[in-house]
């Protein structure tokens, strides 16, 4: 004997009333702590923005040991600072993930809990499905009841059809959220990445501000005489380079170089950084915090000492000990240097060149650490180095030059031929004149 058709329906739509499991409690806890930390690194970015205006108005003051200290300490605290985001992210990270997760689990079981109530409903269906519908109709006592029966088949089949859809949405958004997991993951990755840089980028301050210590005794007669002496070995080196680049046999073919204006190179930069520069525009007149241009500039003429009124062959980059520094363009490292190792050769520093294969070769100087090595293959936008002030700098940033590669060789002064130069054994790259090219013109 088969059942009544009502109490079968009314099975039926038992099956979808069962709710599915709820993280309603966990997710509210998670959220909360999303929230707490949001709070805390806004406070954080508030406190680097603030040591970022004691170094601007520092920078606008006198080169004086105790302002270059001063500087050296404050941003030493504001790396701290982005030190602690870093790890306030990371936490964010962290618990974005867990979210994620909890709402994927949660997807899970209602994706299961819709597939066993379709698949039960279905089994009903063919359970009860003894004779026709349309029979059951006709042998009901009653019209009444021949229209209920129909109501409920009917009413069935479309919750029938909204658990499907329901089921549909639910595969979709476990999708998104398994993607939303995966780049989550990876912007972990990153953060991680990034705070180790940092910690290193303190760590190349403390060196700097000991060294100069150290150099200087911390007395200002000493740190200005050093200054004094720096810019006086500047003047014989700068001399010498000249009268070499001058007689360098080396053609350049202005038709195989990129277009100006191409802007095949990216800046060696951060993208965060360049905002920042780009925020400060009133600090350096400019939005990407260049403090010396290329060329026959203002500073370069009224110091002859310096650049012997030929103009600077690249551009200055203002930035604090230990800011990430990457490659410009895919290419190779052509050598790696230090003129420092040299006694009294103060000149580039640390540095790197690569040379790109489209004619143009790159040059990051004033380096506090060297990421790469001779021969290295390197991608756009790939960790180089950290920025510093070795070498010929009285304060820290980065020296980025943009040479014509068939123009340039990597070698010492002496090499070429005899000099009595402090820097004659330091090894360096070297271009003829017309190699020297403006950064901006393909930036």
């Known amino acids: 004997m088969s059942r009544p058709r009502s109490v079968f329906l009314f099975s039926l739509f038992a099956v979808f009333l069962f709710p599915g499991v709820s993280y309603a409690q966990t997710a509210d806890s998670l959220q ?13 970015k508030a406190d680097i923005a603030a040591y970022q205006k004691q170094l601007d108005a520092l920078g606008e003051k006198k080169n004086t040991l105790q302002s270059t200290v001063s500087s050296l300490t404050i941003s030493q605290k504001q790396l701290a600072s982005q030190i602690q985001l870093t790890q306030s992210q990371i936490a964010s990270a962290n618990l974005q993930i867990r979210q994620l997760t909890n709402s994927i689990g949660d997807k899970e079981a209602s994706i299961s809990s819709d597939q066993a109530a379709i698949s039960k409903a279905l089994r009903v269906v063919a359970a009860g499905e003894e004779r026709p519908l349309i029979t059951s109709l006709i042998s009901s006592g009653s019209l009444g009841e021949a229209w209920r029966l129909a109501d409920q088949m009917t009413q069935f089949n479309q919750a029938l059809a909204d658990n499907i859809s329901h089921l549909r949405i639910a595969r979709t958004q476990l999708t998104t959220n398994r ?26 301050s403390k060196n700097a501000q000991t060294q100069l210590l150290a150099q200087t005794k911390n007395q200002e007669a000493n740190y200005q005489k050093l200054l004094a002496q720096k810019q006086a070995a500047e003047k014989d080196f700068e001399q010498e380079l000249l009268n070499l680049q001058g007689q360098l046999n080396l053609v350049v073919h202005p038709n195989l170089l990129p277009k100006v204006g191409s802007g095949v190179l990216v800046w060696p930069m951060s993208n965060a950084f360049m ?13 990407f915090c260049i403090t010396q241009y290329f060329g026959t ?57 690569i040379t790109h294969g489209n004619g143009l070769s790159t040059l990051y100087a004033h380096l506090s650490e060297i990421d790469v090595a001779k021969g290295q293959w390197v991608s756009t936008k790939q960790l180089i180095g950290l920025s510093g002030m070795t ?27 005899s000099t009595n130069t402090s820097c004659a054994n330091a090894t360096m790259p070297v271009a003829t004149l017309s190699a020297y090219l403006n950064p901006l013109s393909y930036l």
């Open 32 to 44: 909360a702590q999303i929230n707490a930390n949001n709070v805390q690194l806004d406070a954080i």
């Open 179 to 204: 993607d939303a997991v995966t780049k989550a993951k990876a912007d972990l990755v990153a953060l991680q990445n990034q705070l180790t840089v940092q910690k290193r980028s303190v760590d190349a």
């Open 275 to 287: 905002f920042n520069c780009a925020a400060r525009k009133n600090v350096f007149g400019n939005i």
């Open 297 to 353: 500039t203002a500073f370069s003429t009224a110091n002859a000492q310096v650049y012997n009124g030929h103009g600077h062959n690249a551009i200055d980059i203002g930035a604090p000990i230990g800011t990430p520094l990457y490659a410009a363009l895919d290419g190779t490292v052509l050598a790696t240097g230090n003129t420092d190792l040299v006694r009294g050769c103060y000149s580039f520093g640390k540095w790197v060149m």
């Open 391 to 417: 070498g010929y700098a009285t304060g820290p940033h980065l020296h980025f030059g943009v040479y014509a590669t068939e123009g340039t060789q990597i070698m010492t002064l002496k090499q070429f031929r």
